[in-house]
Each structure stands twice: as C-alpha cells, then as structure tokens.
C-alpha cells in the first residue's frame, strides 16, 4: 500500500524555505518559538511558521507543502506535541522526507526528554506524556492502524535524534543560539542521495544505532564496520547513517568506491572536503597520511569509506583513530569482515546488513514497479512472486527488475519470466543480464561502453564521447537511468559494481570477437596480451580506454591501432608512448591522448573523427584539413605548436581550447567557418594584445575564456554570449560595455574579469566621485535590467558603486528587510540585483599553492548561497560583485533559490570567511520604474532602524 505522506514533491507550487518549524503552540509559540524564529528572522532565514487562522481544510496541503519545500525542519517536542494530530502527521511527513534525503532535521527536546519522546517511560519509571497522548489517540475512531503505525516510527526516529534539550528553567536564549548556529551550519550542507524508496530504513537504522555509540557527551573516536554482500544495500545505509547524524559534528566526507581510486588522490578529495580548500594537493600516499594527522586531528567529523577492500586503503585514509577530532565517527563499508582492524574497530561496532524480508523485499519492489504508486499495481500476483523469486530478496535486484517491468504489460511481465526460466543460472548476474537484454541494440552498446570505460566519469565529457559514436545516444542514457542501470549522481555517471560486473562479463564472454579478444578494452594487462605484435589486423576491437594513475614506461609501434578497422573509441592515459607519428584506422570517432610525446599525428584517413583531445602534448604541426566531422578539438598546453592548425574545413566545431599554446595574435579566428556551431572558445594564457573584431560572427558562443593572458589591452568588440572569463589580465583597459553582448537564456549569465586591475583606472566609481561611471554601472543600466530578464553574475576587481540602487550600506554583513509596499503584489516584481565590495584579507583564506581561497555567503529570502572565490594568483585588491536574480528564472539550476517564493518579505544578507566586506547594495527591479523607491530597507534585527541608502545622501 502506498504511503500516506508519498505525496510527490511538486515544485511549481511550492514555496521554498530555510526552516520549517514544528511545534505545538500552546506549549511553545510564545516562548522558544517566538524567539527562535526573530532569531532565524535575523539571519536572513526564511522560516515557516505554522499560521494559527488556517482553516482546518487548508492546513493539511499548506503544511506538506512547507515541508516538501524546506531544507531544513526544527522540531519543538514540548509535554503536548503528540496530543495534535497535525504535530504528528508533520513529524511523519518529516522524517519520510529526511530519509530520502531531502531535509535534514534538528530536534529540540523543550522540558521533554528524548526517551519520552521514544514513547518510553521517563526515568523515574512513570508513564511519559507521550505514551499517554498514543494512547489517547488510539481510541479515536478516526485514526487507523497505518496512521498510528507512522506516528510511533516517526517519534521513535525523532527522539532518537541528536539535539538540545531545555530542562525547567535552562537559558533558552544559549539554546536558541545553538540552534540558529547549527541551522546556518547545516544551510551550507547538501544531504546525500540515499535511495528512490528506502524501504526498511528505519529498522536498519535502528539496529546500527548501538554501534555509533550518539551519546552527546560522547568524545572518543569510533570506527564502525557495515559488512555484507555486494548490492545488499551497504552503501545505501551508509549514506543515512551520515544524514541522520551529520548535524552533530563539523562536516563530513563521503569517499565513494574507496577499492578502485588512487589513494593519494581519495586523501587529497578527504582534505579539500572537509578543509574547504580546494586546491590542496597530495604528492603521494605518506604525505597524505601526514597532512590528514595534522589537519584532522581537532575536527570532529564523520567520514564513510565506502567499498573498502584492502588493508593499505584503511591505513592510508584512516590509519589511526588518533587521526581525527574528538567525538568523530568513521564508517567503513566493505564485504570482507575480516578487512576491519580489531585495533580500530570493536567486533560489537561491526554491523552486518541481511537480505530484505520477504515483506520488505515486495514492498520495494512494487515501489520501483509502479513508479511509487503501489496501491495502482494491477499485476496477477503470481507474477510478481515469480520475479521475487528470482531477485532473491536482495535491493539491487528488486530495484532493476522493478524498473524493467515498470508500465509494461501482463504478457510483458510472462515474457520476461519465461527469460529468467530459459536460464539455469540463478546467480545475481544472471538475473541482471535479463535486463540488459530488454535494452535494444544501441541501448546495449552505449551500456557496455559506460560499464567498461566510463563508470564515475564526468557527464560532461561522457555524453560527447557515446554521441560521437552513437546517434540519439542522449535518449538512450536516459533509457538506462530509467532502467536503474545508471544514475547520474553529482555531475557523475555512476553504475553500481555488479552491474558494471555483469557488463564486463557480458564483454568477456559474449562480445568477444575472433580468437577470443573483447570488443573493449579496459585494463593495461589485456592490452599488452592482444597487442603484442606490432601491428595487429583482423581483431575487431571497437573501443579501448586505459586510463593509469601512474605513467608506464613502454612504447609501442606507430602503426599499433591502424588496422582496428571497427575501433571507434581511442583514450590512452599514462599508458606509454610510440615509436613515430601515430597512424588511426578509418572509423575512429574519438582520439584522446593526452601529453602525446609525437611532433605530429597522422590523421589523413580518421574522416569520421569527432572528438580530439591532445592537450599539454609535444606536437608542434597538425593536419585536421581531412577531419570534417570534427566538433571537439583540445590541444591547449601544447607550447610546441608552431601555429594554429588550419581550420577552415571544420565547420562543425563545438568546442575549441587553444589555451596556454603561445599565439601571438587572433587573427586566425577570421578563417574559420564554424560561425553557427562553436560553443565553447578558450584562449587563455596566450600572448596576444588585442581580440580580433571578428570573434563577433560566433552568433551561438556561449563561453569565452581569456584568462592570464597578461599581454591583452584590448578587447573592442564582443559575442552574444553566457560565460565570459578574463580573470588575470593584467594589462586589459578596453572592454566593451556587457549589455550588448548579453544573450537573454535561461541559464546564468557569467562574467568574471577579477585581478585584471587596469580595468580599475579605465572605469571607477566611488561615492565621492558620483560623475565617473563605473564599468558594471555602464553595462547594466537599470533601463537595460528591467528589459533584459534573465540572470546575470559580474565580479570585477576594483571598488564599484552603482548609483542607481535605491539601498547601499557600509555595515555590510548585517541583514536587511523591505517589506511589500501596500497596494503592490509580488507580481509587480521583476527581480532583485544585489552587489558587495570585499577583500580578501584573512590569512585563513591564504591556499597552499599561494593565492587564495574565500568565500562570500548570500542569503536571500532565507536561502543561502555560497560564492567560492578561487584563483591561481594572490588577489592584491578589492573586488566587487554584482548579481542580478529575476523572479521568474530563479529556479534555475545553479542555485538554490525558487522563482515561487513569498515576496512578501524581502531579505538580504553578506557574510564574508576570509573575506572583509566593505559595501553592499540592494535594489527591488519593479515592473514600473516608480514602483523601485516604494521599497524600504532597513535591519532585519532592529525593525525601528532605518538603514543607510547613499543614493539618498547623494542624490
């Protein structure tokens, strides 16, 4: 059956918020509530509080979707919380959404403790008030099994919670404080993605819970042990235990797929997480040892190492438990018991996850069949015991064949049963194949490329690649992620180890072409087995990518590849080098070698090419004249390179980076003829002076990178583009204004032109120097705001002031509110533009390869956004950054805001971390230019104050 709090998120009609409080109100609202919503108030939060005149009609729908619309839901439980039935059906709907990862949940245990709130008796051993208010509750005719079972699991998993109690007469302002801090803490954070349906969570949670040892005062080191067999559901439980108990610490890292990653490379990713430093770098494996003893050891965290297969990846990444903070957790998962160190952790802190019950095992698999409708799956039974048979109660496979029979028929359903019976072989893989084999030809080529090649590999750079060779190849990924063969996880393409083994074995055994050679090729060993001649013919090898952590000493024979007649897929990653310029075979659609140690490549006979990436290689000439086809073109990094190759026969280029190759000039860009198809243009770290008027014809540009090219003044005319980058141009102090070369689109328009410092003296503004214009003043003028609707982020390095907007203040890190003016509605809205003046001055922000890293906070309307400063070169003066937030596009993808937020209320504040913010500003875009100087602002945390605005002081 269904849950009752399934109910799918709907976000055109939800109103997104910070916090979503949960109370009782006669207990609490004019208490902790109050002053624990002024408080969230103050910090630029946007919070729900529950409205006392709802209709009793309305309340159910406006509280899911407050919920279904919040980041975070702060829990009151007070004497009478569990006497409401609309407390307990928000605390259900609550904890249904935190373990599917979608709100992270702090309690407060106001004059009640946790155990009560656990529906046991209180310590004294009388019955506690919340066992009384169950009680009551299931004598009212109206409450049903399923609503009480709900409320007991969700009490149960809140009490069960970590979070600040307040005794008769504690300090309530100290735990108001705690909380605002711990929501602000928790605002910066992204829960992990734990499963579609976590069925079973609850229990599995509990059963772990003994082995985490959560008691508040608790400040030794523990590591725990989560043992089973591969898809049981490990990982899965791994990522709930870190969303259920993250809140308590400092930070956490999820290290995933620990057995088949560089170690130093899996250190270095633990580092940058949890130090905020994204450019640290570890040489190798003992420097990293080191670096995470002495960086660590006064955090507490909580790491999860998942997949662990061998002792030296649990020395190199946790060593010790001397390694890390006080009251830290490290949770390592792994399918061999024995791997876990009894010297780190106790055999009672070893969990070990069983098969689902037979209950648990159908109830996913209906979940996963009916597209989370289960009260609608009108299926024979026997046919759904059958292939529960056949998945063997194990989550990975439920999750697969439930996804393949989903929407299909009855005969679909006794179709694919009479597969499974064909087959003797019972075993997992066996049972994956048979999805597989549902997929259609393309389907199944394009599956076995990403199991064999490309599993955790960027989805930008896999989807040209499979497109190169495949056509329509982005609908059948799509296919696969609706099969539950692949997700795409954090910009990844990630498919779980058995079905990447089950591919692999597919390539083996039933792929293998001719005297038993694969159609792929993935690992170095075979590689050498199948090429040990120096040319090799007839072997009809389609796709081969050997991608080494560690360059190999060996060359190979020029002529290896060219008689590959089917090899379409070529990417060779510290493998070895040739013998002379490489020869490619005719069908070849992407060649990726980088630091290609040749002069040059022959490349007469690859006309089908589409992707060539050969960056920071030793070629110094390159003939594409015959590759027609091309659309992806990288050779950046190649200092050797005597000039631009000819592109004039390319017209189909998407993307070209000619970065750090030492041109002198750009009038090269005049001779090409992919006019309407180029995308993507880099040409940083050049030597050029000027930017030919002719980078105007790319009509579809959509990112223009010119970063560090120190010897640019002038640049005289733009694209129409979306991504502009000139940060370290030093000399640069001729730009065009931006607004004609903005592309109305939804997506963000982007221009970042920090450290160029000339730009400085060439457009100034100050507020005691009113009559010089500054560059983002001139760009944007309002007029062209209000006509241009879409998004837009500047950084330019200098102190801007842009006189237009109706609110500027030097006490830049304090929150600001305007209220609605009165006869106006949020649809006479059209956005809001924002700027701050920074510096960065804390040696905190100082990075270890020695220019800087910091970060400005924005929270607008109680939704918060952190702006990441980071370059390669120190930030030697003050920058300012504008951005402009249209009502209607802020749902876009690279923020967290929603374009159907209350506007009711209008909020804004900085908060610079290594950074001093020196001036910020805000202005209400209207629809009717009178309606911009209706909107007052004024501190959020003193209501009677009235704010500072230099455009009135000087205007």
Same mark, same amino acid.
């Not at 269904?2 to 009609?13: G, N, R, W, Y």
């Not at 954070?189 to 069925?199: C, D, F, I, N, T």
């Not at 906070?857 to 951005?883: C, M, N, P, Q, Y």
């Given at each position: ?56 009609g ?8 407050a ?14 919380? %569990?006497?409401?039935? $609309? ?6 709907k ?7 990862g979608?709100? %992270? ?39 049903n ?28 302002d ?14 910066d ?11 079973d ?5 509990? %059963? ?21 067999? *591969? ?44 130090l905020?430093q ?6 190798s ?6 670096? @995470? ?9 909580v ?10 990846? #649990? ?10 903070g ?12 024995? #791997? ?21 095992a159908?109830?996913?698999f ?15 039974h ?15 496979? =439920?999750?697969?064949l ?10 679909? $359903?006794?179709? @694919? ?15 994956l ?30 989807? /040209? ?7 329509? %190849? ?10 539950? =063969?692949?997700t795409?996880?954090?910009?990844q393409?990630?498919m779980?180890?058995?079905?990447e ?5 597919i390539?083996?055994d ?8 694969p ?6 060993e ?40 089917r ?17 490619? /075979?005719?069908?070849?659609? $992407? ?6 140690s040749?002069?040059?490549?022959e ?11 050969? /960056? ?15 659309k ?11 000039s631009?190759?000819?592109?004039s ?10 970065q ?17 198809? =180029? ?23 959509d ?12 640049v005289?005319e ?24 903005? *592309? ?22 100050s ?13 944007f003028p ?16 200098g102190?801007?002031?842009?006189? $237009? ?10 929150p600001y ?12 809205i #059209?956005g ?16 270890d ?11 607008? =309307? ?11 070169? *120190? ?11 249209p ?17 009711s ?21 209207c ?29």
């Open positions: 059956m269904a849950s009752p709090l399934s109910e799918p998120d709907s976000p055109m009609s939800r109103k997104n918020y910070g916090v979503f409080l949960s109370f009782r109100g006669p207990d609490s609202r004019n208490t902790i509530v109050a002053h624990l919503y002024r408080a969230l108030c103050q910090r630029g939060v946007y919070t729900f509080k529950d409205n006392e005149e709802l209709e009793a309305q309340r159910r729908s406006e509280l899911f979707e919920i279904g619309g919040s980041r975070i839901a702060v829990v009151v439980f007070s004497e009478n919380y %569990a006497t409401s039935k $609309w407390c307990l059906d928000e605390l259900a609550i904890i249904y959404r935190k373990n599917r979608k709100i %992270a949940v702090i309690p407060i245990f106001y004059k009640v403790s946790p155990q009560e709130v656990r529906l046991n008796k209180k310590e004294n051993g009388e019955e506690g008030c919340y066992q009384k208010a169950i009680k009551v509750m299931e004598g009212k005719t109206w409450v099994s399923q609503m009480l079972q709900c409320w007991r699991t969700a009490l149960w998993e809140g009490g069960d919670m970590i979070g600040p109690s307040l005794r008769q007469g504690g300090d309530e100290n735990l108001v404080q705690q909380v605002v801090d711990r929501v602000s803490k928790t605002l954070r992204v829960p992990l993605e734990v499963a579609m349906y976590p069925v969570m609850i229990a599995r949670l509990k %059963a772990v819970k003994p082995s985490l040892h959560m008691d508040p005062h608790e400040d030794a080191v523990y590591m725990i042990g989560i043992h089973g067999s *591969r898809g049981v559901g490990k990982t899965t439980l791994s990522k709930a235990v870190c969303n259920h108990i993250a809140n308590g610490f400092d930070d956490w890292c999820f290290l995933p797929d620990v057995r088949s990653n560089d170690l130093a490379v899996l250190q270095q990713t633990l580092l940058c997480e949890l905020k994204k450019d640290l770098t570890v040489p494996i003992d420097t990293g040892k080191i670096l @995470i003893k002495e960086r660590l050891c006064n955090k507490r965290v790491i999860i190492l998942d997949d662990v297969d061998e002792m030296k990846q #649990l020395d190199a990444l946790a060593g010790n438990l001397n390694w890390f006080k009251g830290s957790r490290i949770i390592i998962t792994t399918t061999n018991r024995h #791997l876990l160190p009894s010297d780190r952790v106790r055999p009672s802190d070893i969990y070990t996850v069983e098969l689902l019950g037979k209950d648990q159908e109830e996913l209906r979940w996963h069949a009916s597209c989370g409708r289960p009260e609608n799956l009108n299926i024979d026997q046919y759904i015991e059958a292939l529960l048979n056949y998945a063997n109660r194990l989550p990975l496979a =439920l999750t697969v439930g996804s393949l029979v989903r929407d299909r028929s009855s005969s679909d $359903w006794k179709s @694919i049963l009479e597969k499974l019976d064909e087959n003797p072989d019972k075993t997992i893989n066996s049972v194949k048979i999805s597989f084999k549902e997929l259609d030809p393309q389907q199944k080529e394009i599956f076995l490329d990403i199991a064999c090649f490309f599993n955790r590999w960027d989805r930008n750079y896999v989807v /040209p690649v499979v497109e190169s060779c495949y056509s329509g %190849a982005l609908m059948d990924i799509n296919v696969l992620v609706e099969r539950c =063969l692949i795409v996880e954090n910009g393409i990630q779980h180890e058995l079905i083994v089950m591919g692999r074995s390539v083996r039933e792929y293998s072409i001719g005297d038993g050679v159609s792929r090729i993935w690992l170095y075979d590689f050498l087995d199948v090429f040990s001649e120096d040319e090799v013919v007839g072997i009809h090898v389609k796709g081969i990518v050997l991608n080494l952590a560690r360059k190999e000493n060996k060359t190979i024979n020029k002529s290896t590849f060219k008689g590959l007649k090899l379409r897929l070529l990417v060779i990653r510290n493998a070895f080098d040739t013998d002379g310029p490489l020869r490619l /075979p005719s069908d070849l659609r $992407w060649f990726d070698w980088p630091q290609y040749e002069l040059n490549i490349l007469s006979s690859t006309r089908k090419l589409v992707g060539l990436h050969l /960056p920071r290689s030793n070629i110094n000439q390159i003939n594409l004249q015959d590759c027609k086809e091309l992806f073109l990288n050779i950046g990094h190649c200092r050797s390179l005597v631009v190759p000819d592109l026969q390319n017209s189909k280029l998407i993307h070209l980076d000619l750090y190759c030492n041109l002198k000039e750009t009038k090269f860009l005049i001779d090409l003829n992919c006019d309407a198809t =180029l995308k993507n243009l880099i040409l940083s770290g050049n030597d050029f002076t000027s930017v030919d008027e002719c980078i105007t014809k790319f009509e579809n540009l990112e223009l990178q010119m970063c560090f090219c120190e010897q640019l003044t002038t005289r733009l694209p129409n583009i979306l991504r502009l980058l000139l940060i370290g141009c030093r000399e640069l102090q001729t730009l065009p204004s931006l607004h004609a070369a903005v *592309r109305p689109s939804p997506r963000r328009f982007y221009v970042d032109l920090s450290n160029s410092y000339k730009m400085i003296t060439s457009y100034f503004r507020p005691y120097l009113p009559a010089i214009p500054s560059y983002i003043e001139t760009s309002l007029p062209r705001i209000r006509e241009f609707g879409g998004a837009a982020d500047v950084i330019v390095a102190e801007e002031f842009l006189a $237009w907007m109706n609110f500027q203040t030097e006490e830049g890190e304090l509110r305007a209220s609605l003016p009165e006869g106006m509605s949020e649809n006479d #059209l809001l533009a924002l700027y701050v003046t920074f510096d960065v001055t804390s040696s905190e922000a100082r990075s390869s020695g220019g800087y890293i910091a970060n400005i906070v924005t929270a607008v =309307l109680g939704h918060k956004r952190v702006w990441r400063l980071d370059t390669i070169s *120190r930030w030697e003066s003050v920058h300012t950054w504008f951005v402009y937030l009502r209607q596009q802020l749902s876009e993808e690279d923020t967290d805001f929603s374009a159907d937020m209350d506007w209320n209008i909020t804004f504040r900085f908060t610079g971390i290594g950074t001093r913010i020196q001036r910020c500003g805000c202005h209400v875009v629809k009717r230019e009178q309606d911009d100087q209706k909107f007052r602002f004024h501190r959020a945390d003193y209501p009677g104050y009235g704010g500072y605005s230099y455009a009135n002081y000087f205007y």
